[in-house]
């Protein structure tokens, strides 16, 4: 029986409730926390105000974690996988129950709306469920010798050891539940480490890992500022006790992590960025192509490795397309998370504002067309015109006219600008758009069958969305190439294949007749 009750997270994390904090007080008892040394702040993306004091974890504390993790490995990865099923299932169940709670705390730390909140907690959900039947579908091989008819191999799969979840403020509760509860299915135990900008909601997940039952020391998690990040990352991944990394977010950072595991050659899934490109052939549904970009490009402000960066729309259809796509953007409502007519919130750091920015000029010194731009309403600025730092707003943008020597078309620009061009052949549009190192995900929006094919098996990427803007979910597996990563996450026996080593028994058996 799995017990499904509400925690009040909010009131064990020692929080307010953070919808007085979106955007309109500030929390108390920050100064005295403040004046911890290296201690950092989470800052509210709505006003740029303080919100929350958190303390890093210091060598000695990451050491406790890494320990925790290797002494209870041996335990927890020896307890028959249907226990194991048996906690992500009362886990799914705490999180479900307690979704209001950690959406309100992913709103408060991400700036993004309190739909798309309660969304990324349904969307975490979704990947517990799926893990639970996971951790009882791990099976090995049996193998009959061909060279050597009296060989037989046999192999089993074991969870590879202790794993370092490195988690993204994006989506900082879907994908370290994505990677969590994917390595506890396979018996591993974990050390966690969110990103700056997102700890609260990391820890309020992990108070539920603990409520569900699993044992103390086999979800640990680490604290690190901007600033000891990378000395933090360095610290795990030269750790002999860790056997795997899973990190989501950039490829400058993959690659450091890459190298960083290189002297204890630890197995790495690394979900990096994308630059995907969305294909609008000219027999397109073009009502169909416009709703699905505008949920790809808008979803979290377009902060997404999936969002779409470099759209190319046949040029005979273009005016058709934008003739659907404009009404859809002037129905965005920048604002507020808790504003239930908010559709669009802010950008979640500042940097991204600044190079939001700098795409939308560089794009327009070289020859773009800036077809729209809203405009920030003026209550969202009031912090600012009070003399605070301000929010970190940035409207949604429409540029037309882009090309591959823009920035918007070499570099993620994770804010809500749409980067539109023009192609007149379908040689030219898949050639464009296998013309980047990345390879996350490209779209395809055509009614043509023979199309659709021939581009699916063209793109150079791990994941493709036809007609839709889609491209993860549970059931099906999610990774990119080339600079993008490797490894995947969800599927059947993909993800969880990540956390597991094969190790194969090879047998002799006396002369069959039949051999
Ligand atoms: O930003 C990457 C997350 C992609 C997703 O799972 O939707």
Redesign the pocket.
């Known amino acids: 029986m799995i017990q499904s009750q509400s925690f009040h997270l909010l009131e064990d994390l020692n929080l307010s409730d953070p919808s007085l904090l979106c955007g309109l007080e500030s929390s108390e008892g920050i100064d005295s926390l403040s004046a911890v040394e290296g201690s950092f702040s989470v800052i509210d993306p709505c006003t740029g105000k303080e919100g929350a004091i958190i303390i890093p974890s210091s060598p000695a504390q990451i050491d406790h974690a890494i320990r925790a993790a290797s002494a209870t490995f041996p335990s927890f990865s020896s307890l028959p996988s249907k226990v194991r099923a048996q906690k992500i299932a009362a886990f799914d169940a705490l999180l479900r129950s307690n979704l209001e709670d950690i959406a309100k705390i992913i709103a408060w730390e991400t700036g993004k709306p309190m739909s798309e909140a309660r969304g990324e907690v349904e969307y975490a959900a979704s990947f517990s469920w799926w893990s639970v039947g996971e951790a009882e579908r791990v099976h090995g091989q049996t193998i009959r010798g061909t060279a050597n008819p009296n060989l037989r191999f046999i192999t089993i799969k074991q969870p590879i050891g202790p794993v370092a979840l490195l988690t993204p403020w994006?989506?900082p509760v879907?994908?370290f539940v994505r990677k969590a509860a994917t390595a506890l299915a396979a018996g591993c135990t974990v050390v966690a480490k969110p990103s700056p900008e997102t700890p609260l909601s990391t820890l309020a997940v992990s108070l539920l890992f603990s409520r569900a039952g699993f044992p103390d020391g086999t979800v640990n998690i680490v604290f690190a500022s901007n600033e000891t990040t990378p000395s933090v990352g360095q610290r795990i991944c030269s750790d002999p006790r860790i056997k795997k990394v899973s990190f989501?977010g950039s490829t400058r950072i993959g690659r450091v992590l890459m190298s960083q595991c290189s002297e204890s050659l630890k197995k790495l899934t690394l979900e990096l960025g994308g630059l995907g490109a969305f294909l609008v052939f000219e027999k397109a549904d073009l009502k169909k192509a416009a709703e699905g970009l505008i949920s790809n490009k808008f979803r979290h402000a377009g902060q997404?490795?999936?969002a779409a960066q470099r759209v190319f729309v046949h040029s005979s259809v273009l005016p058709n397309f934008l003739s659907h796509l404009e009404p859809l953007v002037a129905k965005i409502r920048m604002g507020l998370p808790h504003d239930p007519e908010t559709n669009l919130g802010p950008l979640t750091t500042s940097r991204s504002v600044l190079k939001a920015q700098s795409h939308v000029s560089d794009a327009i010194e070289k020859g773009a067309k800036l077809h729209f731009q809203g405009s920030i309403p003026s209550h969202l600025q009031v912090w600012k015109q009070e003399g605070g730092k301000g929010g970190y707003w940035f409207p949604p943008t429409i540029l037309i006219g882009c090309q591959e020597g823009m920035l918007v078309f070499q570099e993620e620009s994770f804010a809500p600008i749409l980067c539109i061009s023009t192609f007149e052949t379908e040689e030219e549009a898949l050639d464009r758009a296998n013309s980047t190192s990345m390879g996350l995900t490209n779209y395809v929006f055509s009614q043509d069958v023979d199309q659709v094919w021939r581009a699916y098996e063209k793109l150079r990427s791990g994941n493709v969305g036809i007609n839709t803007g889609i491209t993860?979910s549970a059931e099906a597996p999610?990774g990119g190439i080339d600079q993008s990563g490797f490894g995947k996450e969800a599927g059947i026996g993909a993800g969880i294949s990540e956390y597991l080593f094969e190790k194969t028994a090879t047998m002799t058996v006396s002369p069959l007749a039949s051999a």
């Open positions: 994006n989506f879907a994908l989501t997404t490795c999936i993860t999610f």
